[in-house]
Structure formats: structure tokens, C-alpha cells
């Protein structure tokens, strides 16, 4: 959330699944403040959601391009059009649609267990402590209480 909690960074990206490439396009796109974008797009090349392209040498001048990490959050824009097209659209219809290439149809995105296909639902899933969680906060009294349910 440190990178992606505020309201620029998910705007950003998705002007660039538009195919949105080029500072001045995502400023106007997007109405954003110059000093605003530029930092955004600083820390979203930093952590390596984009790659600065240059295409143009006299003055230096960047295509901002998504890389693997920034593609893979293609999921998580879907997932926040779903609950938007659910709960914000109104008796038109979405604003937009996904079309699934590859069977032809058009689609919304689907949250579902990777094991058996089914839909994960709050109600029937349990946060447990993964392998990576920080043994220091791991040991914190409010972490404990939130994992209490966890059988490990």
C-alpha cells in the first residue's frame, strides 16, 4: 500500500494499459499537476512497474513502459473494476468492458481460489502468517490477536 495506496499511482498505471506512454500524454490524459506525475512515474520506475524508454536523444525525452512487474498488476486494476462496475456504475452499464480475447466474450474480472476454481469470498477465507512474515512484528500482541484463528 506504501506504493500504491495513493490516488495517482492506479491512475498511472492504467493510462498505460491504455498504452499511454509519453509524460505528456499521461498529463493530459489524467489532468495531474507536472511535479505530481513526475514523481509517480519516478516511483513507479524505481520499483520497477515501468521502464524508462528513451525516444529521443536531442533533448533526451522517455517512453514509460510497463515491464512484467507492471503488467501483473493488470489483476488488480480488473479486480478494482469489478466492485466499481457492481457497486459505482449506474443503470447504463460499465463505463468499460473487458473482451477476453481468447475465447471471444466479454468479461469482468473473477477472484477464485487458484486450487479448486472456486470464488474466494471474506466470509469463507482465513489470513494465516506466510513463510515470508517478519518474525519481529510476527511476536507484536495485535498481530498475535489477528492471526489467533491461524492453527499453525
Not at 34 to 63: I, M
Not at 97 to 112: I, L, N, P, Q, Y
Not at 117 to 145: H, S
Request: glycine share 10%.
Amino acid at each position: 500500500m506504501d506504493l500504491l495506496g495513493d490516488w495517482w499511482t492506479p491512475l498511472v498505471l492504467r493510462e498505460a494499459f491504455y498504452g499511454i506512454r509519453r509524460f505528456d500524454e499521461f498529463q493530459q490524459g489524467l489532468g495531474i499537476a507536472r511535479n505530481t506525475l513526475a514523481d509517480r512515474l519516478r516511483r513507479l520506475v524505481d520499483e520497477g512497474l515501468l521502464a524508462k524508454v528513451p525516444y529521443q536523444t536531442d533533448p533526451v525525452r522517455h517512453d514509460y513502459v510497463l515491464t512484467e512487474k507492471g503488467r501483473d498488476f493488470f489483476g488488480v486494476l480488473a479486480a478494482m473494476a469489478r466492485w466499481g462496475d457492481r457497486w459505482l456504475a449506474d443503470e447504463a452499464g460499465p463505463p468499460v468492458t473487458f473482451h477476453h480475447r481468447s475465447c471471444g466474450h466479454d468479461t469482468h474480472a473473477e477472484v477464485v481460489c487458484a486450487e479448486c476454481g472456486e470464488p474466494l469470498a471474506a466470509a469463507d477465507t482465513v489470513t494465516r502468517m506466510g513463510p515470508g512474515y517478519p518474525p519481529r512484528l510476527a511476536e507484536r500482541p495485535e498481530v498475535r490477536r489477528r492471526f489467533a484463528g491461524d492453527p499453525r
